[in-house]
């Protein structure tokens, strides 16, 4: 199974600031994919992080507010933009590992006050 | 319709019991399954994956796919304290790798 470094594991930040979450995985993979999960709700896919190419992002959300970053197959970030209260949610990092099954970072937890 | 349907509970079952948990599925062309536990705080954790028709056994835990009926159950045996938690089933959409998650079952075992 991957090993899935993410990072801050939780923030506090006022509205209308920006939080960059990071994201490490210790072995080299094509995909990367964002979850949100907002309280007491199951994860929203946010958007699949693609090296060499730009992100490709689902229904309902968007570059301008959560642009993401994926430099190499090891490593990407997901930058929550002009937060708002509504934006407090755990944000994950995923792989799809060998047999299709997706692994999870520890997750941060974003509180927007 | 949702893609992948739950009962959001919460199940409760005594100890010792078997707990079963049910999920649906809508795209006919998934090819993976997989059942996630979630604890309060923590992000999921994999605990078992079915790609065929049939059971899948793994110590406690059970899963059963049925592709026909678009269906796919946990079933957990001798159900302990430690097993309250919320479970989540996910899905593989045929051709493109993209996980779709269920709204999750919150279990809670009694002692």
């Known amino acids: 199974s991957a090993v899935i470094s993410q990072k801050p594991s939780r923030d506090i930040c006022q509205r209308g600031t920006s939080l960059t979450i990071q994201c490490q995985v210790d072995s080299q993979v094509t995909m990367m994919f964002w979850y949100r999960q907002q309280p007491g709700q199951s994860l929203t896919l946010i958007a699949t992080a693609n090296q060499g190419s730009e992100a490709t992002y689902e229904s309902g959300f968007v570059i301008d507010k959560f642009p993401i970053s994926r430099p190499n197959l090891t490593f990407s970030t997901l930058t929550v933009s002009n937060m708002s209260p509504e934006d407090s949610s755990i944000y994950l990092c995923s792989v799809v590992g060998m047999n299709t099954e997706a692994f999870f970072g520890q997750g941060t937890r974003l509180t927007v006050v | 319709q949702k893609e992948v349907e739950q009962n959001s509970g919460p199940l409760s079952v005594p100890e010792g019991a078997i707990a079963s948990l049910n999920c649906t599925y809508s795209d006919r062309g998934s090819q993976s399954f997989f059942w996630y536990r979630q604890y309060s705080g923590k992000s999921p954790e994999l605990i078992m994956s079915?790609?065929?028709?049939g059971d899948q056994e793994d110590g406690r835990f059970t899963a059963q796919l049925n592709k026909a009926s678009q269906y796919v159950s946990l079933l957990i045996r001798d159900s302990q304290p430690s097993d309250s938690a919320t479970y989540l089933c996910?899905?593989?959409?045929?051709?493109?790798?993209?996980?779709?998650f269920g709204t999750g079952t919150k279990l809670q075992v009694i002692p």
């Open positions: 996910a899905v593989l959409s045929g051709g493109y790798q993209k996980v779709t």
């Open positions: 079915i790609y065929s028709n």
